[in-house]
């Protein structure tokens, strides 16, 4: 059974108003060493609107990532990508995180070196739950709602 919402209706049926919230990091290395590069300029917001039943309208995408640090080449592909998604996506919420890096020492020969990790992605995501939870903005998250009186 379909709830009523805020949203419009399609076809006597109220709409569910969907929010996406994507993982960045993961989905580029995940993509990546699946199919290359191939879907490396993909265009969020369309991916998130064909996942959709009939009775959802999307009402944000929510995309969580770090920029790269200490590569040139790469931070211009990157932000070119994100610019284009910006430019291209109305629905698309663009949250920047950040690399921390990290020092590292194998146990075997002792060698060291240091590497970044992304951090704050996970956090985010979950406080954009919340706070999208607790202004009303999807119909799709009962968990994280707050109880109604």
Known sequence: MLRPTLAGRQGGFHLTRVAAYIDGFNLYHGLRSKHGHKYLWLDLELLVTKLLKPHQELAVVRY???????????????????????????????????????????????????????????????????????TDLSDVAPAARRPRP
Do not use: M
Not at 91 to 116: V, Y
């Open 64 to 134: 969580f990532t770090a920029s790269v640090r200490n590569d040139a080449p790469t931070l211009a592909r990157e932000s070119s990508y994100l610019g284009a998604l910006g430019a291209h996506a109305p629905r698309l919420d663009i949250r920047l995180g950040r690399f921390q890096e990290k020092s590292l020492r194998c146990h075997r020969c002792g060698a060291a070196w240091r590497t970044c990790e992304e951090k704050e992605t996970d956090v985010s995501i979950a406080v954009a739950v919340v706070e999208d939870a607790a």
